[in-house]
């Protein structure tokens, strides 16, 4: 298979940048279990902590997790590849661009008789953490607790390794995902400001504060034990 247009390596910090991050690493976290009550107190630290993401960010050097493309370029290869890995799909749907819903999504392109399977999907083409020797020394390394109880940062870790990983067999999917997504993690400042008084105002704050402590929790981590994280395990890519 190709590498044309794959991720390219990432390069190692300096020992400067390094210490430089690892104080802002510290800083986050102390934001991040300090309690906060109230609007105000849950906005301050909130934005407190979005300041710090920030910094990092800027440290943090800039790793390209698409081929650069268009997705709507990539569409072709990743059908081909899906198809040939076993795949079967009926002829009348297609993979669009749905301006709508900012992303893309299947469309028929012709009638669908009811009962007519539209996809299937072989079980080689589920993305899900194996018994691979790098999985599981992995895993192994990754604290029991904290695995038990967050098997999505496992599967997290996976998509980071095999997205740097050369001549990844998921490329031509990893290459069709977004650059960005529509979740509180991109909101900006004043954004979150926009939902005091919603529903989704508390679960917004929740998660933006659950990430940052993940990220800061296993950047520490990779940094001391695993190897092939270390130099593209950055939050832009964990989130």
């Not at 050097?61 to 079967?88: D, I, S, Y």
């Amino acid at each position: 298979m190709s590498n044309h247009g794959s991720a390219p390596p990432p390069k190692a910090l300096s020992k400067g940048k390094v210490k430089e991050l690892n104080g802002l690493v510290e800083e986050l976290m102390q934001y991040g279990f300090r309690e906060a009550n109230g609007t105000d107190e849950l906005l301050a630290q909130h934005r407190n902590m979005a300041g710090v993401l920030d910094r990092i960010r800027r440290v943090e050097p800039k790793l390209r997790t698409t081929n650069g493309r268009p997705r709507m370029e990539n569409v072709h290869h990743f059908t081909q590849w899906a198809l040939e890995q076993g795949c079967g799909r009926a002829e009348n749907v297609r993979i669009a661009e749905q301006t709508e819903f900012g992303g893309l999504g299947l469309e028929s392109c012709g009638h669908i008789p009811a009962g007519e399977s539209i996809i299937t999907v072989p079980r080689r083409l589920f993305f899900y953490v194996t018994n691979e020797p790098r999985y599981r020394k992995l895993l192994e390394l990754m604290p029991g607790a904290m695995m038990s109880e967050q098997g999505n940062i496992m599967l997290a870790l996976a998509l980071i390794m095999e997205r740097f990983r050369v001549k990844s067999y998921w490329k031509p999917y990893l290459d069709l995902l977004p650059d960005r997504y529509t979740t509180p993690l991109y909101y900006t400042t004043d954004d979150m400001g926009e939902l005091v008084d919603t529903e989704a105002f508390l679960p917004a704050l929740k998660l933006c504060k659950h990430i940052a402590r993940q990220y800061g929790f296993i950047r520490k981590f990779v940094q001391e034990k695993v190897d092939e994280l270390r130099d593209c395990f950055t939050y832009d890519v964990f989130r």
